[in-house]
């Protein structure tokens, strides 16, 4: 059961600080747009939708992609007006099936958005070699799981790390700024490389042939085989528009506006990766007689021939078009940093309100951010870039089921509380989000012939270890709830005065929205 919320609300009418409402719509849909929109989106189409389903196979794929996380889209609004809180997803879970299932899905939602910091941290490094070489890979080295960490490489990393996470400790309203602002030059980039492909004799349509992954050697799937394997890898590229939840309390604008900002940042992330995609095959270097010839050898290129997006760029606008598919694909890494921090942090701190986390994550600053929660964001992410991205790579894989889980929580709450509140339409979108985020899920585990989508063994134990912390966690925290619930019930009835207090001289009803959710949580 909830632990704090006596202190809660004491310890907020003394020192004045709180999440501010200060983030504009665009501001939010930057959030997510650039959480959606990484270093993957560019990378993608040559190292996995070309080789598994071709031009046309990818876009099919994608675009059932897009209109399933659009239905799954509809329990997130549902759930957003109901409980327009920080923690989103372990808000819905908890209340709709009590702590632990909360806690499950925070447990694993928390890994799956802290893992992506890294990746994108240590991704400066993979688009650094592929446009300078090694002027990075200096000063002492080591290797894990095949994979070389340099010094220099280290410091680029870690440098981004630590400079996002202070400029976003400056508030919410500067962190909503930069991220809009690095999502205009990602997405602008972008529409400038697909313009001038429209126009560039380099790009013709012929050279998107063959429209699917031939059938050569050993590789004998079939076109509905090929769309498939996209189809099922596809949800992965969307984490990130989930975040809205988390950044609810802090938008200055009604929650029935967040459908339109998920579903926009949604169809956007879809037009970048078949953008992205389209590009790739229809601007290749002259000496290959395909696509599908190119995109095979490049294991054996070097530096910015051995990134199909990138080389496509090039082929189209020359040494400028290169420049400004670099930028954009900072800028994304950047953007993806930024909302991940963000969303982590708020997800920490809404743990911690509910005694679910130490209460050292509650702290605010001045500024009104989670200070500590971003804190420990920051050094386990930088932690984590020091592994390598062998190993950063098993623990995006195990973490994408953190994402399905809280896609299926999320389907399942929406479709409770419309049974009870005779939503026919919710309950029908909530159940089939329900199944489709449970298939995603089962994939994971489950191996397909022909698909090799499910997790190495690697990921397998790195989950298993996950659940281990988790439940042990758990059960520590209950046994320290279970202490502390005779002091905590002494001052609820104060907490309540003051609540009140503060809704009377304040605009801001998230406060008493928040004890009166949770009071009828402990009723429970």
């Known amino acids: 059961e909830s632990t704090d919320i006596a202190d809660y609300f004491l ?3 003394k020192t004045s600080d709180y999440l501010r409402r200060e983030l504009t719509p665009l501001n939010v849909w930057s959030l997510a747009f650039g959480c ?16 598994s389903a071709g031009p046309l196979g990818t876009i099919i794929a994608m675009e059932i992609v897009t209109l399933v996380m659009l239905i799954i889209s509809y329990s997130y609004a549902f759930m957003i007006k109901k409980y327009p809180l ?3 997803e372990f808000v819905y879970a908890k209340m709709a099936f009590g702590n632990w299932h909360g806690f499950f899905c925070a447990w694993f939602l928390g890994l799956a958005y802290l893992s992506v910091i890294p990746l994108n941290a240590t991704a400066l490094n993979v688009i650094m070699r592929a446009m300078f070489g090694d002027v990075f890979q200096f000063g002492f ?8 960490v340099y010094l ?25 700024k930069l991220q809009t602002v690095m999502v205009f030059i990602l997405l602008g980039g972008i529409l400038i490389i697909v313009g001038a492909a429209v126009l560039s004799p380099n790009s013709l349509s012929s050279n998107l042939h063959p429209m699917f992954r031939p059938i050569t050697g050993t590789f004998t799937k079939g076109v509905f085989a090929q769309i498939l394997t996209v189809l099922v890898t596809g949800p992965e590229s969307f984490v990130g528009f989930d975040t809205v939840p988390q950044l609810i309390e802090e938008a200055k604008f009604s929650p029935d506006k967040v459908k339109v900002v998920m579903d926009t940042s949604l169809i956007a992330g879809s037009f970048v990766y078949v953008a992205l995609t389209v590009i790739a095959c229809s601007a290749y270097p002259e000496n290959y007689s395909s696509w599908f010839e190119y ?8 530096g910015f021939r051995s990134i199909a997006t990138l080389n496509a760029a090039y082929q189209i606008l020359g040494t400028a078009g290169l420049v400004i598919i670099f930028l954009s694909v900072i800028a994304a890494m950047l953007t993806g940093i930024v909302g991940f921090y963000t969303a982590t942090s708020r997800l920490l701190y809404a743990m911690a309100l509910d005694g679910m986390l130490p209460s050292w994550f509650e702290q605010l600053s001045g500024k ?10 920051a050094s386990v992410a930088g932690a984590m870039s020091l592994l390598g991205r062998s190993v950063l790579g098993w623990v995006f894989d195990m973490a994408s089921v953190g ?31 329900t199944a489709l985020s449970g298939g995603m899920a089962l994939l994971l585990f489950v191996p397909v012939e022909g698909l090799d989508i499910s997790l190495s063994q690697e990921s397998y134990l790195l989950l298993l270890l996950w659940t281990t912390i988790g439940v042990s966690f758990h059960v520590w925290v209950g046994l320290d709830t279970k202490n502390r619930m005779e002091n905590e019930y002494a001052n609820i009835e104060e907490a309540i005065k003051k609540s009140l207090e503060n809704v009377i001289t304040h605009e801001d009803f998230t406060p008493i929205r928040k004890f009166d959710m949770e009071w009828d949580n402990k009723l429970e």
Not at 368 to 377: E, H, K, R, S, Y
């Open 403 to 433: 994402a399905a889980v809280a896609f299926a929580y999320t389907c399942m709450a929406a479709c409770k509380y419309a049974v009870v509140e005779k939503r026919k339409d919710i309950a029908i979108l909530g159940s089939i989000g």
């Open 141 to 148: 080295y080591y290797t894990i799981a095949g994979y070389e």
């Open 36 to 51: 959606v929109i990484g270093w993957s989106a560019y990378v993608m189409p040559s190292a996995l939708f070309l080789p």
């Open 152 to 176: 220099g490489e280290m410091l680029v990393s870690l440098s981004a790390i630590g400079i996002l996470f202070y400029i976003t400790s400056k508030g919410i309203s500067v962190t909503g």
């Open 368 to 377: 009104g951010v989670p200070i500590n929660a971003g804190i420990f964001c």
């Open 11 to 13: 310890e907020k009418d």
């Open 295 to 302: 995109i095979n050898d490049i294991p054996n290129l070097t």
């Open 86 to 88: 920080v923690g989103g």
